[in-house]
């Protein structure tokens, strides 16, 4: 075998062997940080309605759990 033959079959060995672990970069998930609401007041029904709430009070995200309006940010 000549060299540019064995250069070869060992490129054609790491693609193959790089394409079998994925290939792909994992992004780290920011956690969230939970608090109840305090502005919402009655039964939580709408996670839409919970999630206004939550924006006014500084949160990026709320839902309900249960009866109760949970808010929702980054940590």
Same mark, same amino acid.
């Given at each position: 075998? !000549?060299?540019?033959? =064995?250069? $070869?079959?060992?490129?054609?060995?790491?693609?193959?062997?790089?394409?079998? &672990?994925?290939?792909?970069? &994992?992004?780290?998930?920011?956690? @969230?940080?939970?608090? /109840?609401?305090?502005? $919402?007041? !009655?039964? %939580? $029904?709408? @996670?839409?309605? %919970?999630?206004?709430?939550? &924006?006014?009070? !500084? $949160?990026?995200?709320?839902? %309900? /759990? !249960? +009866?109760?309006?949970?808010? +929702? =940010? /980054?940590?």
């Amino acid at each position: 075998m !000549g060299l540019s033959v =064995k250069v $070869f079959v060992v490129l054609l060995l790491l693609l193959v062997a790089t394409e079998e &672990q994925g290939g792909s970069v &994992q992004v780290a998930l920011a956690r @969230d940080c939970k608090s /109840d609401s305090h502005k $919402f007041h !009655g039964a %939580c $029904f709408s @996670d839409t309605n %919970c999630a206004n709430v939550c &924006q006014t009070e !500084g $949160f990026t995200r709320g839902k %309900c /759990d !249960g +009866i109760h309006c949970h808010c +929702i =940010k /980054d940590c």
